[in-house]
Every structure is written in C-alpha cells, then in structure tokens.
C-alpha cells in the first residue's frame, strides 16, 4: 500500500497510469456534504485502486469515517461510523453507458488530473445505516417527560391503565 500525501483527492492521470499499488489518502472532507445535509466533521480514509483497461481505467474508491448524524430514537448528536465503496470507468470513449454497480465518467486525452473526490463521498454515502442510532440498544426518549433513557430513568409510569381500575384505585385510597 503506498501512502500518498494528496491534499485532496485531485489525482494526476499519471499516477493512475502506474499505478499497481492501493493509493491510501487521508482526505479532509470538511463539512462538504451531500444535499442531505449530512457532514463529515472528521479526515476520511480513502483508499484508491485503479486498473488501466481498454480505453480508460477502472477506479475502485473505498472510504471510511465517521458521520455526524443525530440519534432517530433520542434525538442525541453521535458520530457513526460508515465504510463504503464504489466502482468508476474513467473513459476516454464517450456514449459508454453507466451499469447497475459501476459510474462511468468521460475524460479527454488532455484530461490530466481526475477528482474523485465525488466517487469517495458517494462511497461514504453508501455505507450510512439505514437507521441511525447512537447505540444499537438506544431506549430513547419517555414519550412522557421527554427525559433521555440512556442517561437517566424517569419515574413516569407507562402502564396503560384501564379506567375501570383507575375507578377502583381512587375508591381504595379513599378509604385509606
Ligand atoms: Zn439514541
Ligand atoms: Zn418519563
């Protein structure tokens, strides 16, 4: 694996050309982000592997990081961790048509430098969880006083009582 110090992830098409190796990058996303909203606040660790085919080169993009999300169940801020990864043809043949696991971008003979900077976020955005929780076993909110049940048990009682019962409760007291 070849650590490479890229600032970003702009590379020159040279070094995709000789490329054998898995380029490892350290890529500071920022809080650039999809239109969901959804950040990044952390490096990313991208790891880049390329092979040259026939009229242009496959590209394999596969980041990990960590996203900021906000808790489905307590509404809590976390950090998530996400790995995902996904698969580009860079060609030089325009008209070559995109598949069901594979993005296909045309670039020119004069194209020196290729930004994948793209695939690495779409690869980030594969690996979100369906459902974002700050822990698998998040007790959420009491829908009564609304007090976070990882971090504090209330004393709202949710039993469903019948009002019959409630009936006979005040009768009881009453008596006390
Ligand atoms: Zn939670
Ligand atoms: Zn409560």
């Known amino acids: 694996m070849t650590i490479q110090k890229y600032r970003d992830l702009v590379i020159p098409v040279a070094v995709l050309d000789d490329n054998r190796d898995i380029l490892a990058i350290t890529w500071s996303p920022g809080l650039l982000s999809g239109e969901s909203g959804i950040t990044f606040p952390e490096d990313v660790h991208v790891e ?10 496959l590209v394999n993009v596969k980041a990990t990081g960590r996203v900021a999300l906000i808790c489905d169940r307590c509404g809590t801020d976390f950090l998530c961790p996400v790995t995902g990864e996904v698969r580009s043809f860079y060609t030089y043949t325009a008209g070559t048509e995109s598949g069901d696991d594979i993005e296909v971008h045309v670039i020119s003979t004069s194209t020196r430098k290729i930004d994948l900077s793209q695939d690495a976020l779409d690869a980030l955005f594969m690996g979100l969880p ?22 504090t048990e209330c004393h709202c009682s949710r039993d469903e009582i019948d ?13 006390e």
């Open 48 to 57: 880049i592997k390329t092979d040259k085919v026939d009229g242009g080169y």
């Open 163 to 175: 009002p019959r019962w409630e009936a006979l409760k005040g009768l009881r007291l009453d008596e």
């Open 130 to 151: 369906v459902k974002g929780l700050c822990i698998e076993e998040c007790k959420g909110l009491c829908d009564i006083c609304g007090a976070n049940l990882n971090l």
